[in-house]
């Protein structure tokens, strides 16, 4: 809950309070202060740093915590790129772009993402690992290369819906406060549309994968839960 409430704070008020030309209940803004050009770098650097201090804080490296650092740096990289117009547009999805390449890409190879994410997930023991791989490696291969799909269309989704959106409320030149402003009502609404995007896809692969485990798979869906599950069929 409490890693909830940072991210909402961090990377939706934060963005969106900086963006603003006057702060709620005062006669100034941080533009005002630092102009609009660097207001805009702190409310996309805020963000990412944020996100790789839990990153760090973590001190678990693997191919998820890799692939989630680099699209966090992409992020903040890209926010120097001073552009408008599509191309800021475009640029403003480069996480949920770089999600959708990175699924895809692991399909093509035949190493589909989510098998990474859910072994992870499970940090399996000496003792169920041997069964949890041969279900995955086995019947299970194929509910890894749904759920896999099912985070690239997840990927594609949002980064489609975020670029036609900024697209369309950002219209200001860069630098201004007007695109600032803009900006700041395109992020109010592009944000709950991202984290119902993660709920649907997430509930999607659940779903999924509670129909391939019937009833061997059961909420509350713990770790613990999931290695029995898969274990049970591995046998």
């Not at 800021?88 to 772009?97: C, I, T």
């Not at 791989?133 to 997840?154: D, M």
Request: charged share 10%.
């Amino acid at each position: 809950m409490l890693s909830l409430i940072g991210n909402l704070l961090f990377t939706v008020l934060f963005p969106v309070l900086v963006l603003q030309p006057k702060l709620p209940g005062v006669n100034w803004g941080v533009m005002q202060v630092l102009t609009p050009t660097f207001a805009f770098m702190l409310s996309a650097l805020i963000p990412c740093l944020y996100l790789l201090v839990l990153q760090l804080r973590n001190r678990r490296a693997s191919a998820v915590w890799l692939l989630f650092t680099l699209s966090t740096l992409i992020n903040a990289l890209a926010s120097f790129w001073w552009i408008d117009g599509w191309t800021f547009a475009l640029k403003d999805s480069s996480g949920s772009l770089f999600l959708a390449t990175s699924t895809l890409v692991s399909l093509l190879l035949g190493k589909p993402l989510f098998g990474v994410v859910l072994r992870e997930y499970l940090q399996l023991d000496r003792q169920s690992k041997h069964a949890v791989e041969a279900f995955l490696q086995g019947p299970g291969q194929k509910l890894v290369v749904l759920s896999t799909r099912v985070l690239c269309l997840k990927g594609l989704t949002v980064a489609t819906l975020n670029t036609l959106v900024k697209h369309q409320l950002v219209t200001a030149p860069f630098g201004t406060p007007e695109f600032n402003a803009q900006l700041a009502g395109a992020v109010a609404w592009m944000v709950p549309v991202a984290y119902l995007a993660t709920t649907v896809a997430y509930s999607v692969i659940v779903l999924i994968w509670k129909v391939g485990l019937g009833a061997k798979l059961h909420f509350p869906f713990t770790p613990r839960v999931w290695t029995e599950a898969l274990a049970s069929r591995g046998l």
